[in-house]
């Protein structure tokens, strides 16, 4: 848990992003808060006592876990199988020992999450529900995780909270989701190269050698397609990992800091208060993920 599980991702919304989002008319009824894909996720564990503020989402494609409500026995969560944890409720969830699970996950809220909610139960009683695998749904969790990441503007966040009851809805037996094709090219290549180096430091002529781009042509085109400078969303990707890592409360975060590339424990804080919106240590405190 401490190095993470390899290839994951996940995001969570900044603070300020979150307070916008709750304001905004096209996201008030539905929008997600933190979203992630966990790949031969080995010792994954979580509990929470009190449950989550959001509706939670797991959705298992390989391997196997487990996942409990309240007091109640655990329950399998098998390859193809889906299960939705409802909000304030405790529980408890982990992937499998031997076989440990691959798993799309993410929190919603929203006025029309609940309703949401009941209406997936009502469609779906027997819990964990069973699905056929669609490359269909794939690319739409895909497309909700671009929007959010790439751009982490509200516009990102409007057109994620418009795909995001579409997709849970795929998750019922008669859905059959049309989405668009993810966004390609040298730019999303590059965004891999830093997913898959979050540990190191790059500056821009580096990142731009990497993807065979002249400095200027790299620095123009990933600030058209993405919105932001190379370097600021290397670090919007570090502070997201960083969130993942504050879940183990046995990893200091000077520690964390140090594992993905800054040197200066302060300067991390400065740059995760500036994206999430609060230091660290209240992030930590706050157990959204």
Known sequence: MKEGFQGQRSYSLPLTLLHEATSHPLCQGLYVTDIGFYPAARAHKRTRRAGSAQHLLLYCVQGAGWYQLNHADKRPLQANQWVVLPAH????????????????????????????????????????????????????????????????TLAGVVQASARLGHF??????????LVPSPTAGGITQSIQFMREHLAQSFTVPELAAQAGLSVSHYAALFREQVGRPPIVFFNFLKVQQACQLLADRSLRIKEIAHQLGFGDVYYFSRVFTKVMGISPRQFRQGDRV
């Open 168 to 177: 849970l809805l795929t998750l019922l037996p008669s859905a059959s989701p």
């Open 89 to 152: 409720v405790p529980h408890k969830y982990g992937a499998d020992e031997t076989a440990p699970w691959t798993i799309y996950w993410l929190h919603f809220a929203g006025m029309q999450a609940a309703a949401l909610y009941e209406y997936l139960q009502e469609q779906q009683p027997e819990a964990p529900a069973t699905i056929r695998p669609t490359e269909e749904r794939v690319q739409l969790f895909e497309a909700m995780f671009s929007q959010l990441t790439l751009t982490a």
